[in-house]
């Protein structure tokens, strides 16, 4: 029982860390901007902001930015950084075009349902995005980037600075999203939050499983179950006034799935254990009997 809790932990708060390499930072103020109005440092966000608006009930597609030499070397890379939205209508999205010496275009776009690739749609406050895209086996390196907002409807897009990153073999541009402006952690940092709570949970569901296993400090064991739903409810509440609070997903999501896993896992447990010391308790009023 207790492996059974080790694997699931060590499984699901894994992290996929990875090593970026910068090759531009580009803040609003220097760059040669195409559409937008940069917008001051404010309260809200301390950096330059770029405000892209659509004021009409139709499509538009907004030319931000082109990169003429990215100088990318490796074969797979990625526009990263902070976006917030307020009223948009359907599901709009962050757009980067890769052009290749051979003529050939391809596109990334932030149209998922969560993390950094999420589609824009109604209102977030600033969130991590990422644009990644991965070349394969060819040799061929693009030779321009172009990156566009695509509002289908009325609503506004807020930019903060970006960053042109590449990954080695094997890395990933998802993982390496890294940096979250107003969140309460990084990507990175949530890697260590989903570590702390894998942890904690197989600490605790090890010494269950071993005290349950051999049968002793029946009352101890019922108390760390205890423990485990009242970190899980801790989580659970956290996770949730950060959802509420427009926080970042690596912010949410592992104190949410730790939230829910402490306070599955006990309910799962529970019957199992009190079986096993039922079970024992019998087998010494039996051979008290045999006396």
Request: proline share 4%; glycine share 12%.
């Amino acid at each position: 029982m207790r492996y059974v809790i080790l694997i699931l932990s060590t499984f699901i708060f894994a992290s996929n860390a990875s090593a970026e390499q910068v090759l531009k930072n580009i803040g609003w103020l220097d760059a040669n901007i195409i559409s937008g109005e940069v917008v001051a440092p404010n309260a809200d966000y301390d950096l330059h902001q770029l405000r892209i608006q659509n004021n009409q009930n139709e499509k538009k597609t907004f030319p931000i930015l082109t990169i003429s030499e990215p100088c990318v070397t490796t074969a797979t890379y990625a526009l990263t950084g902070q976006v917030k939205y307020e009223n948009v209508e359907g599901a709009g999205f962050l757009e980067m075009w890769s052009h290749f010496p051979d003529g050939g275009m391809y596109f990334s776009r932030t149209s998922g349902d969560s993390g950094p690739m999420q589609s824009i749609t109604g209102s977030s406050g600033w969130r991590t995005f990422t644009l990644p895209f991965y070349i394969g086996e060819a040799t061929m390196r693009p030779s321009k980037l172009e990156i566009n907002v695509v509002l289908p409807g009325q609503g506004t897009v807020y930019l903060g600075p970006i960053k042109l990153v590449q990954f080695d073999k094997g890395q990933s541009p998802i993982a390496g999203a890294g940096f979250n402006a107003n969140g309460w952690w990084s990507n990175r940092t949530a890697g260590f939050v989903g570590g702390i709570t894998g942890s904690v949970i197989g600490i605790l569901g090890g010494v269950i499983g071993i005290l349950a296993g051999i049968g002793i400090a029946r009352k101890l064991c019922l108390f760390l179950l205890g423990a485990m739903v009242v970190f899980g409810a801790a989580a659970l509440i956290l996770g949730l006034t950060s959802l509420a609070l427009s926080q970042p997903y690596a912010v949410y999501y592992p104190l949410l799935l730790g939230g829910i896993l402490c306070m599955i896992l006990p309910l799962v447990l529970f019957g199992t254990i009190k079986q096993r010391y039922e079970q024992i308790e019998l087998r010494k009023m039996q051979a008290m009997d045999m006396k």
